[in-house]
């Protein structure tokens, strides 16, 4: 028989691809779909439920969405990408499902070399901790999306040197034990929003943006994802 290439791959106009297991959730060979992707590694009580991806994950569809979510953590290997060759694919991340109370990393962790592109998209990442490379929301000729990164308990930090870690219209960045504490955030975007706040918020703001910068509100960025939050375009509350 003749090798497929690929782990999923649905070529169907307008399908889905939508996997859930119990749990943890590996991608060894490559998805490909036409359409939505949601992949899950859900909740047990193990405190295992985790993402890892070591192959590409793609929609070739414009306008879609690729939807990722672990009742742990979500790794990403090197020269990977989960993204589109379409444009305006939006991306969500969530490692915070721990609906069991098991406890767990619940990290995101992108090493040096892998890529999220979204061409145009948005790219959401909340997770307890958060170690980013390459998320782009850039496009060619086009408007670039927006990159909103959440780490509820833990800190941001540049994981990756190969590329620049945000490249989008606009960054909003929330944790609470620093924000490219000890290696700068490298972004190129055109507006930021960055908090570090809560109960024994430690450590610092530290970003290096390529070209011009404004400093906003994150609500005027986007009052859709932050309807009455932040009266500061940054404050830091260690």
Sequence with gaps: TSSWGYAVKNDASGGSVDIEAHSPLTVAADVLEAGDITLVAGNTTSGLDDLTINANIQSSASGSTITLTAGNSITQAADTTVGTNGTATDITINATADLEGVGGNDSFIQDN?????????????????????????????GTY??????????????????????????????????????DAIDTA???????????????????????????????????????????????NDA
């Design 145 to 182: 999306g927006n990159v909103y990164v959440t780490s509820r308990t833990g800190s941001i930090i540049d994981n990756g040197n190969t590329d620049t870690d945000i490249t989008a219209n606009a960054a909003v960045l929330l944790a609470v034990t620093g924000i490219g504490s000890s």
């Design 113 to 141: 070399g892998a890529h999220f592109i979204s061409n145009g998209g948005d790219i959401t990442i909340v997770a307890n901790d958060a170690a980013i490379a390459d998320l782009d929301a850039s496009v060619t000729n």
């Design 189 to 235: 975007v055109t507006y930021l929003a960055a908090q570090n706040v809560g109960t024994g918020a430690s450590g610092n703001i530290n970003i290096n943006n390529t070209g011009p910068l404004t400093l906003e509100n994150a609500n005027t960025i986007d009052s859709t994802v932050y309807p009455s939050l932040w009266n500061y375009a940054v404050k």
